[in-house]
């Protein structure tokens, strides 16, 4: 069954359309997506609240139907075949619930039986799980007891249960305190090394730039924007220009002439002991051979590229890039 032609793909979407209601009433929730998420990758859906994001992912394990187009997930299509996808993702709802006069191991064991998961591995799965996840020694205190961090890692551990090729987020750290979140982004990142694909939806930048390989931005159901982070800060930069940073011992004084004297190079600050320069063109090498040698290798304590925030990628993309 199944089996997708592009095998490198978690995901893959061809024209994706959802259109709500009917006659005057009707809204376009997707409107002619094309997303590829590739295998092994963090993939961040960002968009701001009702772009589109959880109706993107309720289509993906088959919980709506499109309106038109298609989409496959590791190769299935989403509305075939959407008993193999369920047996093979994880997903992590938007405000998912436990039942807090439950133990955590109960908790698990009670939804692998939803699952599926036979019942000679159900506790072993689950055990595993919150082992996964940094909470085997809480197995058996009650979700009461748990913070919303903790809670979230717990539904983590749920959503590892059938061990999945594919883990979906929906907004994860949504109410989490800083510690909560941090802890999550680890979790993300240890899982990814682990093999696993992750696509997880967020309305946070900052959260695309810390944990993802790979981003797409929606916006009123429209991609604006996909591929790898490396890929979307390039264009960015070759756009608005190649920015680096130069830190000099304090109390130096920093000869600029020779960087002014590079072609490309489009403006200078100065600040205390930071040098700024942005320019047309990658210049890294340039630079880094002219501060290694006198007079400035006595100087100078670092070189580093200054990458495009994610406000200013996501104001690039907005205005048509």
Request: include cysteine; charge should be neutral.
């Amino acid at each position: 069954m199944g089996g997708g032609e592009n095998m490198s793909l978690a995901v893959e979407t061809e024209k994706l359309v959802k259109v709500y209601g009917n006659g005057k009433t009707m809204v376009k929730a997707l409107d002619g997506i094309d997303m590829k998420v590739p295998k092994a990758s963090v993939f961040g859906l960002f968009g701001p609240n009702g772009s589109g994001k959880t109706t993107l992912i309720s289509i993906l394990v088959g919980l709506l139907l499109p309106t038109s187009g298609s989409a496959k997930v590791l190769g299935f299509d989403v509305t075939r075949e959407s008993v193999e996808i369920r047996r093979r993702v994880g997903l992590l709802p938007e405000g998912f619930g436990f039942y807090d006069h439950m133990t955590a191991l109960e908790n698990l064991v009670f939804l692998a039986t939803l699952d599926g998961v036979p019942s000679s591995q159900r506790e072993k799965r689950a055990l595993e799980a919150l082992e996964a996840v940094g909470l085997k020694d809480r197995a058996d205190a009650k979700v009461s007891t748990f913070s919303r961090g903790m809670k979230q890692r717990l539904g983590v551990a749920q959503s590892l249960l059938k061990d999945p090729e594919l883990l979906i987020f929906d907004e994860p750290t949504v109410g989490i305190d800083p510690e909560g979140a941090a802890e999550f982004r680890n979790l993300v990142r240890k899982m990814n090394r682990d093999g696993k694909t992750i696509l997880l939806s967020t309305h946070l930048l900052y959260e695309v730039g810390m944990i993802c390989t790979h981003a797409a931005i929606i916006r009123e159901g429209r991609l604006l924007v996909q591929g790898s982070v490396d890929e979307l800060y390039r264009s960015v930069r070759e756009a608005k220009g190649f920015r680096y940073e130069i830190r000099v011992k304090p109390g130096s004084d920093m000869p600029l002439q020779e960087i002014r004297s590079i072609p490309s190079v489009i403006e200078i600050a100065q600040s205390d002991n930071r040098v700024t320069v942005l320019s047309k063109n990658d210049i890294g090498s340039i630079l880094f051979s002219l501060v290694t040698k006198n007079p400035y290798k006595d100087i100078v304590e670092s070189l580093t590229p200054v990458e495009p925030s994610w406000e200013e990628i996501y104001r690039f993309y907005q205005e048509g890039g």
